[in-house]
């Protein structure tokens, strides 16, 4: 059966953007509008998709109707293509369902050969003009579509500019540019071995192909990525009647936007070039002048621009980018498009079209990306600053904001500086639980190891610290204190900055400023948050944190990490004692000396959360994580504890473990010392019992069990933990209602959802860990090998960012079924990274979780995910 592959512009139906792409689609509409377009036809995206199943290549069926409209646009134009009177040249343009600025390739002025350049000098009567046209376009098509590289047409130019004693390209006459295309083509006959192609539906159909193939060009590939968007999609194809804005001066071409796409304002913004093509707009070869200019200019095409922009922001209700062209003073408009915008921006126009009465609130919460909102909610590099500044190297985007400060290479350096009014980019091979204190007082942290959950990275997103994580080309020298990057040596105190929000690196002082939270950024949050239904909680450790996030509008907490307490300064020697300990006794004295403290944790973020839910985790990390490594700190260790240097060193090696991450720690800590169990519930129970008394919150704690696999090792820590708190609220003579839930990360755990549902209230999904070992890789190595997964098609998107709804999902929602079964109020979250991921929460809000939990600064974010969610979903 024939599928109908290509649709002129005048037949495309405007609403199938995933059939004609976005461009394409609104060329359909402004043609059926009745506005002044060139006209063309769209190649689909399934055509796209069906060029890589065919092996890449076009199948007869799709030439055959690209011929068909070929010659239905010879009929609408009156012209011919490759005539050598009145010739037809077509511009051919990606145009994938979303727009992808700059991602993809473009060839102009298709159509000219030897015969059809004579034909368009004729008819113009501009032979400059014509040859002009029919260079640049050899140059594109040559670079496009044959791969052979710029820069050795670019020598032609040069050598042509200097033997004929002219400065500029526009001094070259039209002979000068006749004698450059015998020069171009002698090239591409030297690269190619065969002359430069004369049969223009040859050029038309290989320039269709090289679109469709950059697709897959790198570039596309990684924004792809940063945005979400599936490789499956496919491009459309646009082939469009050139109109020429290079015929003199009383033609040209520019850009515009109906609103400002920094600030939002409602005024239309943009600029234009008199006798120029649009790629000289773009490359900045000549400084455009304002739109307003060309009112004065053209007043009269100008006000018919006027009428045109304003009904297409009318018509889609919504900022557009419009590119347009004046031939011999004839306006056309060449597309439009949505607008890309800063958050700023784009927080003002939603809140403006609602109250302009263009939109509802409901469609103005779409309208805004929530990842966009990042940008809103950390700190931001001058953006005339960065433009001058070099990026030195680049590695993952790990924890977004700006920071830049002085190099330092351990955590207690790092304090120190900071301490002494110091701003501090702590460099770290990877970072450990140790280095806590000196990450919490760095501007940014920079590692050469590690994925997007790794330690820094999680711990510097929930510190909303900038990170840049997994720089391989960063080589550290510890012991001189210096580190080597694209041939540079960077000394401790000499000044680099990160961007968090890309992963640049800058061997310089790049200036920040703090961002500004507007009325708008509130406006559009009240909307988001009476749709959504899914509960926002936060991960946080610390009073601060917890603070923190209730000002962005955290409703509870989803995960309190007990471990990071245990790293302060006054109780990480009573933590390793506690470790090292060798009895229980001896082990039960030294937990009873940091019952306080966990304690009075405790009271800080429950007096912080109010009265809001506070889920806290008993300790998770593997013990020896928390042990000294050096001789130095042994020995100090060894002598606070009176024992020896031999004894205390053996004891560290003997906790040594070759796969810590599947090794002793969750709640297999509690199996082997209940006491440590014991102390936690005990300092959660009491602490809470305190803030009842003292402050009168209604605090039910949530206290969960970590990396459970087994519904009876889920029973014999909840055991203990119960029989704990019942004894301490007994014995305060108080009610107090707490809950006792365990984390869901072990696929075993997923699958026995129904047995382990009966012992646990709530189920957390800790999809880090699930992920982690439901890929079977982990989760601090991933980032090496995963750039060659993604180069090679084999993954898409990073699993530890975006959930893998297919294998890790299909376990969520097993275990979500199953524990429903047993416990039907039974509630349900996830306080994994994923938490924080729009996409991911999408799919948490389809499955019905009850709350997603993520760090502070990403509060906002889930929350507008989730009430898109809710009204994608209703
Ligand atoms: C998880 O595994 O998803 C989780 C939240 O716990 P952690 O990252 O502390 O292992
Ligand atoms: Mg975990």
């Given at each position: 059966?024939?599928?109908?592959?290509?649709?002129?512009?005048?037949?495309?139906?405007?609403?199938?953007?995933?059939?004609?792409?976005?461009?394409?689609?609104?060329?359909?509409?402004?043609?059926?509008?009745?506005?002044?377009?060139?006209?063309?036809?769209?190649?689909?995206?399934?055509?796209?998709?069906?060029?890589?199943?065919?092996?890449?290549?076009?199948?007869?069926?799709?030439?055959?109707?690209?011929?068909?409209?070929?010659?239905?646009?010879?009929?609408?134009?009156?012209?011919?293509?490759?005539?050598?009177?009145?010739?037809?040249?077509?511009?051919?343009?990606?145009?994938?369902?979303?727009?992808?600025?700059?991602?993809?390739?473009?060839?102009?002025?298709?159509?000219?050969?030897?015969?059809?350049?004579?034909?368009?000098?004729?008819?113009?009567?501009?032979?400059?003009?014509?040859?002009?046209?029919?260079?640049?376009?050899?140059?594109?098509?040559?670079?496009?579509?044959?791969?052979?590289?710029?820069?050795?047409?670019?020598?032609?130019?040069?050598?042509?500019?200097?033997?004929?004693?002219?400065?500029?390209?526009?001094?070259?006459?039209?002979?000068?540019?006749?004698?450059?295309?015998?020069?171009?083509?002698?090239?591409?006959?030297?690269?190619?071995?065969?002359?430069?192609?004369?049969?223009?539906?040859?050029?038309?159909?290989?320039?269709?192909?090289?679109?469709?193939?950059?697709?897959?060009?790198?570039?596309?590939?990684?924004?792809?990525?940063?945005?979400?968007?599936?490789?499956?999609?496919?491009?459309?194809?646009?082939?469009?009647?050139?109109?020429?804005?290079?015929?003199?001066?009383?033609?040209?071409?520019?850009?515009?936007?109906?609103?400002?796409?920094?600030?939002?304002?409602?005024?239309?913004?943009?600029?234009?070039?008199?006798?120029?093509?649009?790629?000289?707009?773009?490359?900045?070869?000549?400084?455009?002048?304002?739109?307003?200019?060309?009112?004065?200019?053209?007043?009269?095409?100008?006000?018919?621009?006027?009428?045109?922009?304003?009904?297409?922001?009318?018509?889609?209700?919504?900022?557009?980018?419009?590119?347009?062209?004046?031939?011999?003073?004839?306006?056309?408009?060449?597309?439009?498009?949505?607008?890309?915008?800063?958050?700023?921006?784009?927080?003002?126009?939603?809140?403006?079209?609602?109250?302009?009465?263009?939109?509802?609130?409901?469609?103005?919460?779409?309208?805004?990306?929530?990842?966009?909102?990042?940008?809103?909610?950390?700190?931001?590099?001058?953006?005339?600053?960065?433009?001058?500044?070099?990026?030195?190297?680049?590695?993952?985007?790990?924890?977004?904001?700006?920071?830049?400060?002085?190099?330092?290479?351990?955590?207690?350096?790092?304090?120190?500086?900071?301490?002494?009014?110091?701003?501090?980019?702590?460099?770290?091979?990877?970072?450990?639980?140790?280095?806590?204190?000196?990450?919490?007082?760095?501007?940014?942290?920079?590692?050469?190891?590690?994925?997007?959950t790794?330690?820094?990275?999680v711990?510097?997103?929930?510190?909303?610290?900038?990170?840049?994580?997994?720089?391989?080309?960063?080589?550290?020298?510890?012991?001189?204190?210096?580190?080597?990057?694209?041939?540079?040596?960077?000394?401790?105190?000499?000044?680099?900055?990160?961007?968090?929000?890309?992963?640049?690196?800058?061997?310089?002082?790049?200036?920040?400023?703090?961002?500004?939270?507007?009325?708008?950024?509130?406006?559009?949050?009240?909307?988001?948050?009476?749709?959504?239904?899914l509960k926002v909680r936060t991960n946080?450790?610390?009073?601060?944190?917890?603070?923190?996030?209730?000002?962005?509008?955290?409703?509870g907490i989803g995960l309190c990490r007990?471990?990071?307490?245990?790293?302060?300064?006054?109780?990480?020697?009573?933590?390793?004692?506690?470790?090292?300990?060798?009895?229980?006794?001896?082990?039960?004295?030294?937990?009873?000396?940091?019952?306080?403290?966990?304690?009075?944790?405790?009271?800080?973020?429950?007096?912080?959360?109010?009265?809001?839910p506070?889920t806290i985790r008993?300790?998770d990390?593997?013990?020896?994580?928390?042990?000294?490594?050096?001789?130095?700190?042994?020995?100090?260790?060894?002598?606070?504890?009176?024992?020896?240097?031999?004894?205390?060193?053996?004891?560290?090696?003997?906790?040594?473990?070759?796969?810590?991450?599947?090794?002793?720690?969750g709640c297999?800590?509690?199996?082997?010392?209940?006491?440590?169990?014991?102390?936690?519930?005990?300092?959660?129970?009491?602490?809470?019992?305190?803030?009842?008394?003292?402050?009168?919150?209604?605090?039910?704690?949530e206290?969960m069990i970590p990396l459970v696999g087994?519904?009876?090792?889920l029973?014999?820590?909840?055991?203990?933990?119960?029989?704990?708190?019942?004894?301490?609220?007994?014995?305060?003579?108080?009610?107090?209602?707490?809950h006792v839930g365990t984390m869901i990360e072990i696929p075993r755990a997923a699958l026995t959802a129904d047995?382990i549902a009966?012992?646990a209230e709530f189920f957390s999904f800790g999809t880090n860990d699930l992920t982690q070992m439901t890929f079977?890789?982990?989760r601090?190595?991933?980032?090496?090998?995963?750039?060659?997964?993604?180069?090679?098609?084999?993954?898409?998107?990073?699993p530890f960012a975006r959930l893998d709804q297919t294998g890790v999902g299909q376990l969520i929602q097993i275990a979500a079924e199953k524990g429903r079964?047993t416990r039907?109020?039974i509630k349900l979250g996830i306080c994994g990274e994923h938490g924080g991921d729009p996409s991911s929460i999408e799919f948490c809000h389809k499955v019905g979780l009850n709350y997603v939990s993520c760090s502070?600064?990403r509060?906002?974010?889930a929350?507008?995910a989730a009430?898109?969610s809710?009204?994608?979903?209703?």
């Amino acid at each position: 059966m024939s599928q109908k592959w290509v649709y002129m512009f005048k037949e495309g139906d405007p609403k199938n953007k995933n059939l004609l792409g976005g461009k394409g689609a609104n060329l359909a509409d402004m043609t059926q509008l009745g506005l002044p377009i060139p006209q063309g036809f769209i190649v689909t995206t399934e055509a796209c998709t069906g060029y890589y199943d065919n092996g890449k290549k076009l199948t007869e069926e799709m030439e055959g109707q690209i011929r068909a409209s070929l010659a239905e646009l010879e009929a609408l134009s009156g012209k011919k293509f490759g005539d050598n009177e009145n010739p037809l040249l077509v511009s051919v343009r990606s145009g994938a369902r979303v727009s992808m600025p700059g991602m993809m390739d473009t060839v102009l002025n298709l159509g000219l050969t030897d015969a059809a350049v004579e034909g368009l000098a004729k008819k113009t009567d501009n032979p400059r003009f014509a040859y002009d046209s029919y260079r640049r376009f050899i140059q594109m098509f040559s670079d496009v579509v044959m791969e052979i590289p710029k820069p050795r047409f670019e020598k032609i130019i040069d050598e042509l500019k200097e033997e004929k004693g002219v400065k500029l390209d526009t001094d070259l006459t039209a002979d000068d540019l006749k004698e450059m295309i015998v020069r171009y083509k002698a090239l591409y006959k030297q690269e190619k071995g065969e002359e430069f192609p004369q049969d223009p539906e040859l050029q038309l159909m290989e320039s269709i192909k090289a679109v469709f193939r950059s697709w897959m060009n790198p570039r596309a590939i990684v924004y792809r990525r940063m945005h979400d968007y599936p490789a499956s999609w496919g491009t459309a194809v646009n082939v469009q009647m050139m109109v020429f804005g290079n015929m003199g001066d009383t033609s040209g071409t520019g850009v515009a936007f109906t609103r400002n796409p920094s600030t939002g304002e409602n005024k239309i913004y943009g600029e234009y070039l008199i006798n120029a093509q649009g790629e000289d707009v773009v490359a900045g070869i000549r400084t455009p002048n304002p739109i307003s200019q060309l009112a004065e200019d053209m007043p009269e095409v100008y006000a018919e621009f006027e009428r045109i922009y304003t009904k297409l922001e009318n018509h889609y209700c919504d900022m557009q980018d419009m590119e347009f062209t004046v031939e011999d003073k004839k306006l056309y408009f060449l597309q439009t498009r949505n607008g890309k915008r800063t958050a700023a921006a784009a927080l003002k126009i939603a809140v403006d079209l609602v109250a302009e009465g263009k939109l509802t609130e409901e469609q103005a919460v779409l309208r805004v990306d929530p990842k966009q909102l990042d940008q809103l909610l950390h700190p931001m590099f001058d953006p005339k600053a960065l433009k001058a500044a070099k990026v030195i190297g680049s590695a993952l985007p790990a924890s977004p904001g700006a920071a830049a400060g002085k190099v330092y290479f351990t955590a207690e350096d790092a304090k120190n500086a900071a301490a002494a009014g110091e701003r501090v980019i702590l460099v770290r091979l990877e970072t450990s639980p140790e280095d806590i204190e000196g990450m919490a007082a760095a501007k940014g942290i920079l590692t050469v190891r590690g994925g997007m959950t790794s330690h820094a990275a999680v711990v510097a997103r929930g510190m909303g610290t900038c990170c840049v994580s997994g720089c391989g080309e960063v080589k550290i020298n510890e012991e001189a204190k210096t580190f080597e990057l694209a041939g540079t040596v960077y000394k401790e105190g000499d000044y680099i900055s990160l961007d968090g929000s890309t992963g640049n690196i800058y061997g310089e002082d790049v200036a920040t400023i703090e961002p500004e939270i507007t009325g708008d950024f509130e406006t559009l949050m009240v909307w988001a948050d009476k749709v959504r239904t899914l509960k926002v909680r936060t991960n946080a450790d610390t009073p601060k944190d917890a603070a923190n996030a209730v000002r962005f509008g955290a409703e509870g907490i989803g995960l309190c990490r007990t471990e990071h307490m245990f790293f302060e300064e006054d109780r990480i020697m009573k933590v390793r004692k506690m470790i090292v300990a060798k009895e229980e006794a001896e082990r039960r004295a030294a937990l009873l000396e940091l019952l306080p403290f966990q304690k009075q944790d405790f009271v800080g973020i429950y007096e912080a959360m109010e009265s809001r839910p506070v889920t806290i985790r008993l300790l998770d990390p593997p013990l020896h994580e928390f042990l000294p490594h050096s001789d130095e700190d042994i020995a100090e260790l060894a002598k606070a504890m009176g024992i020896s240097f031999e004894e205390l060193k053996a004891t560290v090696e003997s906790l040594h473990e070759f796969n810590p991450m599947m090794g002793h720690r969750g709640c297999r800590l509690a199996v082997s010392y209940p006491e440590i169990a014991e102390m936690q519930a005990r300092a959660i129970i009491e602490a809470a019992i305190q803030v009842k008394k003292e402050k009168g919150f209604a605090i039910v704690p949530e206290i969960m069990i970590p990396l459970v696999g087994e519904k009876k090792e889920l029973q014999f820590v909840k055991d203990i933990v119960v029989k704990t708190a019942d004894a301490a609220i007994k014995e305060a003579g108080i009610e107090l209602e707490y809950h006792v839930g365990t984390m869901i990360e072990i696929p075993r755990a997923a699958l026995t959802a129904d047995a382990i549902a009966e012992d646990a209230e709530f189920f957390s999904f800790g999809t880090n860990d699930l992920t982690q070992m439901t890929f079977g890789f982990s989760r601090d190595d991933a980032g090496k090998f995963l750039e060659d997964y993604y180069s090679k098609e084999i993954y898409e998107v990073d699993p530890f960012a975006r959930l893998d709804q297919t294998g890790v999902g299909q376990l969520i929602q097993i275990a979500a079924e199953k524990g429903r079964k047993t416990r039907p109020d039974i509630k349900l979250g996830i306080c994994g990274e994923h938490g924080g991921d729009p996409s991911s929460i999408e799919f948490c809000h389809k499955v019905g979780l009850n709350y997603v939990s993520c760090s502070p600064f990403r509060v906002p974010i889930a929350r507008l995910a989730a009430a898109q969610s809710a009204i994608k979903n209703k």
